[in-house]
């Protein structure tokens, strides 16, 4: 199916206009100023590209294949107006009209579970079959009953038999279905929509002082610890015991109560067992020994150290042992001020921070708090000698070639700027010593 340039930049800003928002139709391209957005097409490519941003592009296809993606405002708006022209090729195709209903009513900030091309609507008889078809299950009549723009939020919740309850609190309340989607940011304090989702659905969120606006990192950990737990150990009914949770306390009960079942559950399981840690926590680690006031810190390398540590603690620090080996976090343990502390060092990108920093049962003390930003300020130190020091790696590269890396190797990062950096004038008089480029 041949799809026309010009009518697809028509479509694009017919959803513009209906939304309300301002953009600007250029030749060839369309400029969404609300979302600072460049929607044009190159050869056979739909491209987006953000104003503010120097990456490439965003790339979709400009026929059949083009996939209708899950990221942001924008793109929501491409995938309506492609939905809009593939149903001008075929007026008569049911489950075409019945998906450009489906698209229209979810909010712009909608992000779509289920993946699927344009072919494989137009090839479906009906929108419900082409979610089951994507799904690869069949839906009973708890999702059938739903109107039809719930269907693929219902599907990509992935409930539990016994938290197909749900179902029928989102057909009774289809007006709070709208306003969660509306409200909810995707993701939330979860990476699992499911749980971002339900924690506004079932007013859970709420009660325990976690709004879609602003995210309390303790009662976020304790809740994700839960729902981690309760999967674990095929705890049923969690979700009914979380809608009974009035206050974070009542939280921290649940919390300790299935912190056990899982203690129990693994104790027979436990032995000695080396863990696979990135080797980046052995460098923070390393960093940590250096330090006069975190020398105490340990990382935990093995299993059974880890399990020990959380019964000592009380917590549920084993139920990690995925992240950890994932390269995600590591755990540390160590006695300050007369308290041992459990200590969660996540990894984000090249970057590290603490994410978590407890005493026994979980508890968020003052002693926790002053360690937690004596850490946070060891690490930032450790960033920017890394920065720093990544710097002069590339000026002795400038200056000497492959040899450079011998010279900052023999020199620390302190010399390294006494010796070469006094004055900027000096590098470039080095440097045209240099017989010839060696091309950073």
Known sequence: MEYCIKDFYEALCSECEREGLAYRREPERVYIEDFAYFVYISGKKIKARN??????????????????????????????????????????????RECCEVFEKLPLNY??????????????????????????????????????????????????????????????????VTETLKKVK??????????????????????IGLEPSKSIWRNEIILSDILKMAEKTETNGILQKLLKVEDVAGLERLHDRISKKYRKMIAQEIVPRELEINERFYKISEVFSKDRELSFLKLITDEKELYDEGVMQENCVHSYVEEIESGICGIFSGI?????????????????????????KNENDFFASELKRKIERCLERYRKHEENKKKVERILYLLFGPKGGKVFEERSVKEVYSRFFKRKEDIFEKRKSVPFSYGL
């Open 51 to 96: 104003y503010y941003q120097y990456s490439p592009p965003h790339t979709m296809e400009f026929n059949e294949k083009f996939v209708f993606s899950d990221m942001g405002y924008a793109f929501n708006l491409i995938n309506r107006a492609m939905l809009k022209l593939a149903l001008e090729k075929e007026p008569g195709n049911y489950a075409l």
């Open 336 to 360: 300050y001020k007369g308290r041992r502390y459990t200590v969660e060092i996540v990894r984000k990108g090249k970057l590290f921070e603490c994410g978590q920093c407890l005493g026994r």
């Open 111 to 176: 992000e779509y579970g289920i993946s699927y091309k344009v072919e494989d609507v137009i090839g479906s008889v009906s929108y419900q079959k082409l979610i089951e078809s994507r799904a690869g299950r069949k839906l009973n009549v708890k999702y059938r009953r739903l109107p039809l723009w719930f269907l693929e939020t219902a599907v990509s919740l992935n409930l539990q038999k016994d938290e197909e309850f749900i179902l029928d609190l989102m057909e009774k309340d289809s007006a709070k």
């Open 186 to 207: 995707f993701p939330l304090c979860f990476p699992d929509f499911k749980f971002s989702f339900l924690l506004e659905f079932l007013g859970v969120g709420k009660k």
